[in-house]
């Protein structure tokens, strides 16, 4: 079997030299159809170290250490006992004047693939700095996301304080308003003065019906289309954000809230003292009916819910 994968290697070893139990293992591969590339993939040892130890060429692999784990890992593929290997593998270190002894279990530090001109550094020594970076990373994460909420949190909270101020600050509106009306229409004179009939001397002017007024009658409209038997459910809904207050029934408190958009809050009740920071920006549910609009955006407004004279 011609194997194209084995770079051009040095001539071989006299007999002498050569260890003839690692020569099995070339035969070995070759039988299982495997490359040196083959065993590269599996065991990570170089393509170069590998026909070094089919060769028996010692002097050309890295200190004994390495030499010991690449046989073990290469018998172990070849499912051959590597006893033999490193028996030799020992006695040659002793021919050359090296007296340290190999032990079959000892744990070798990782390659160094000089065929690449790659080092690859010690597991325990790399496993120990990824640890450490794995660390550093999940802590500047934290950080990072704990200022973020931090910032967060600060701007929302300035945010709000803004909105309830602004919903806040408009004075509210006169609960009730007096209207003057004509009790008799009014008549012209011939010489164009305004004269009262029967024993008036002069009429009250009418004037044109307030805002108040007008959202008085239409509450008053809407109220009549909804059949109230006992407590009723009160529902806003916020389209911006706005600020409500309420004082239900014979509550003495109000409870104020602030709402955002898309942000509800429902109340249970026979009378509702509603205070509403932005009329414009919001939508009110009596019973489920949609009651007419109370103002315009950014208006404050105070109603009485059902309206007094109910």
């Not at 593998?89 to 070798?108: D, F």
């Not at 001109?117 to 640890?131: D, E, H, Q, T, V």
Request: charge should be negative.
């Amino acid at each position: 079997m011609t194997n194209t994968d084995t770079p051009h290697l040095e001539p071989e070893l006299d007999d002498a030299h050569r260890m003839l139990s690692l020569a099995k293992f070339a035969s070995r591969r070759e039988e299982l159809g495997l490359t040196l590339s083959d065993i590269f993939l599996r065991t990570r040892i170089s393509v170069k170290n590998l026909a070094a130890l089919e060769r028996g060429d010692f002097a050309s692999l890295p200190n004994h250490v390495y030499t010991s784990d690449f046989i073990r890992q290469y018998a172990k593929l070849l499912d051959i006992n590597p006893r033999q290997a490193l028996q030799e593998y020992g006695n040659y270190l002793k021919n050359i004047g090296n007296q340290i002894v190999v032990p079959e279990n000892s744990a070798p530090e990782p390659e160094v693939d000089t065929s690449q001109g790659i080092g690859i550094a010690s597991p325990n020594k790399s496993s120990r700095m990824l640890f450490l970076f794995v660390i550093l990373l999940i802590v500047l994460g934290g950080c990072l996301v704990f200022l973020l909420e931090s910032n967060t949190t600060l701007t929302q909270r300035s945010r709000d304080a803004k909105d309830q101020q602004a919903v806040k600050s408009p004075p509210l509106p006169r609960e009730e308003e007096n209207v003057m009306v004509a009790t008799e229409p009014a008549k012209i004179s011939p010489d164009g003065a305004v004269a009262a009939s029967g024993d008036n001397a002069a009429i009250t002017p009418v004037l044109p019906p307030t805002e108040g007024e007008i959202l008085q009658k239409a509450l008053v409209e809407a109220m009549s289309a909804i059949t109230i038997s006992g407590p009723m459910k009160l529902m806003v809904k916020a389209r911006e954000t706005t600020w409500i207050g309420i004082r239900i029934d014979d509550q003495r408190k109000e409870q104020e809230t602030t709402l955002y958009a898309g942000g509800t809050a429902t109340y249970t009740g026979n009378r509702f003292w509603l205070n509403i920071g932005n009329a414009g920006g919001t939508d009110v549910f009596l019973e489920g009916k949609l009651l007419p609009s109370f103002g315009k955006k950014g208006e404050a407004v105070r109603i009485v819910l059902p309206p007094k004279n109910q």
